[in-house]
């Protein structure tokens, strides 16, 4: 399964093109761009699935740091501020990374 599967490749294109000057990335933002906002919970799941690189069950901060390589490889990478703030907003339950149903809740709230 690939990212282009759930998502239109151009959403994907204009959400990444939004964001492409440093700190510019806004998780919130960049969901409704690539329209993963108005997915369905198994869709959410599906991309968190594919963002999960290690499938550790897990996004953390080395994978959210090629966050947006994800969607489009040669895009930026994500500065520390915006990686650290992304697993804040994230984060609920404090231990440094975001669980799928952390990654589910950001993205559909």
Request: hydrophobic residues 35%; charged residues 25%; aromatic residues 10%.
């Amino acid at each position: 399964m690939s990212l282009t599967s759930i998502l239109s490749a151009e959403d994907i294109e204009n959400a990444v093109k939004d964001c492409q000057a440093p700190d510019s990335f806004c998780h919130k933002k960049f969901f409704g761009l690539c329209g993963l906002s108005s997915k369905t919970p198994q869709e959410v799941q599906n991309v968190f699935q594919i963002l999960d690189e290690d499938n550790s069950g897990y996004l953390q901060e080395s994978e959210l740091k090629f966050f947006l390589q994800r969607f489009v490889p040669g895009a930026r990478t994500l500065t520390e501020t915006e990686t650290k703030s992304f697993i804040s907003a994230a984060d609920d339950d404090s231990d440094g990374r975001i669980g799928a149903e952390e990654f589910q809740m950001i993205v559909l709230s």
